[in-house]
């Protein structure tokens, strides 16, 4: 007797801790790819936007296959904020705007210049970059006011202060990058074009074809990394640790992880130019 009892108050206990204290409403939500874009939302929104992070952490945006729930969780959202050029999006995106008929779709990519790569083709990871978040959280901000009208003057208030912080970034970057004397550092996946390309920098990546190496072409990036002298081999937390560090031994550098999908974007990418400055300083 004594016993049920007890189990009886733990289950309804449990039953209380699982109930949702907060149901989001479907006027009050939009979906984003990946987790650094809700960063950008809950800067523009004051957290006043449920945020959809529709791609889950340890998974690759250039090749989710999203599950069924994924998908039904698309209907409490007002929009589908996506990046643009995402793997997973070119590939699901006409079949969530069939399912989905009243869903707005934005791209946050629009107006970005581009660049292109082995492993992508056009390169997605333009929020890798603290000059291109700028166009990125512009167009985030554009697609909320259009969802959202009504909180036209909380949102431009934020934006002009995430503008701000943005430009100080960008400026810390340039500044910070600008006296390294290594210019040059490995990556196994190409997730840092356009930061490499927008403060200076080369970035060498160690994926072939957007797969695992070859042992010829470990071989040929060990020696190329030798005659230019590499210091520094960044692995994104996805991905296997192993080749780099067989690489790093033969070249004498250090092997550091870091993660593009962190949903702390501004503190990853200070963590980053850390990394990366005295890595290469
Ligand atoms: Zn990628």
Known sequence: MRLSLSVLILFSLIAVACKPTHEPSAANMVTVSIAPQKYFVDAISGKQIEVSVFVPAGSSPDSYEPNPKRMTDLQKSKAF????NFGFEMAWM???KDQFKTLKVFNANEGINFLSD?????????WMSAKQSKILANNIY???????PEKKDLFAQNMKLL???LDSLDL?????LDSVSHRTFLIFHPALDYMAA??????????EHGKEPSPNHLMHISEESKNLNIKLILI????DVENAQVIAKQIGANVVQINPLNENWKAEQLEILKILYENLK
């Open 81 to 84: 904020i996506q990046m643009g």
């Open 236 to 239: 994104q937390k996805e991905f």
């Open 163 to 165: 503008e701000t912080e």
């Open 94 to 96: 006409p079949k969530i």
């Open 118 to 126: 082995e492993e992508h083709g056009q390169n997605p990871h333009i």
């Open 172 to 176: 810390l970057f340039a500044h910070t």
């Open 198 to 207: 927008d403060y200076g920098l080369v970035q060498l990546a160690i994926e």
């Open 142 to 148: 554009k697609a909320l006011l259009e969802c959202f």
